[in-house]
């Protein structure tokens, strides 16, 4: 069965300290991977997606397919980093796209 | 604004009752994805279309039914309502046809059955 895990809830770190949420996926086939994003008061957005390989807002995410994770990093949290991440993958037959339970990161000034 | 259009932004009704979400996606996606969101169940994939046919099933209720018009609008219709649907539910639109791609969300429309 498609699954994504994102085992926390919540995430809360200081300015300025190294941020990890994790995702780990158990997905059938190569699915691309995403990142979405949602701040206070606006709608869902693509964050950063696994093909692109690049940084945004800082964000970085590897996919590693032997653990099968896709982990987003920023070294230097900051407080307008706060939001709800959502971890996604996509593939299969009909590529649909379904979202890990969310991890919501607090960053504390 | 993501150019993903979703009608009514707050619906407030009662158990047993009938609604129809509508959802206009971006000019020119031809994908229109539904997700449910609760606090316990996080962002649920309901169901997915592309050019007017059903592409993939999610977690859909058999109360729940869904379709794409001609014009590329989605409708989702809820009847029976039960608490337990109260949500936000969410559309979605994609530019990459049906091999999926990045989906633009509209704001959601807050369902409360009473």
């Known amino acids: 069965a498609q699954r994504v895990t994102q085992p926390e809830k919540l995430l809360s770190v200081f300015k300025g300290a190294p941020v990890e949420l994790k995702c780990n996926y158990s997905y059938s086939g190569s699915p691309e991977l995403f990142w979405y994003v949602q701040y206070s008061r606006q709608r869902l957005q693509l964050l950063l997606r696994?093909?692109s390989r690049e940084s945004i807002k800082g964000f970085t995410a590897d996919l590693n397919k032997g653990e099968t994770s896709f982990h987003l990093k920023k070294p230097f949290a900051q407080e307008e980093d706060s939001a709800m991440y959502y971890c996604a993958p996509q593939g299969g037959a009909t590529n649909k796209l379904i979202f890990g339970t969310g991890t919501l990161l607090a960053v504390q000034p | 604004d993501s150019g993903v259009t979703q009608t009514p932004k707050h619906l407030i009704t009662a158990t047993g009752q009938r609604v129809t979400l509508r959802c206009s996606p971006r000019s020119g996606d031809l994908s229109v994805y539904w997700y449910q969101q609760s606090l316990d169940q996080g962002l649920q994939f309901l169901i997915q279309y592309y050019n007017g046919e059903e592409r993939a099933k999610g977690n859909i209720l058999e109360r729940f039914s869904a379709q794409q018009f001609p014009d590329l609008h989605s409708e989702l219709n809820l009847s029976s309502l039960e608490l337990g649907d109260s949500a936000l539910y969410f559309c979605?639109?994609?530019?990459?046809?049906?091999?999926?791609?990045?989906?633009?969300f509209g704001e959601g429309s807050r369902l409360t059955v009473l």
């Open positions: 696994h093909i």
């Open positions: 979605a639109s994609s530019a990459r046809g049906p091999t999926g791609g990045e989906l633009f």
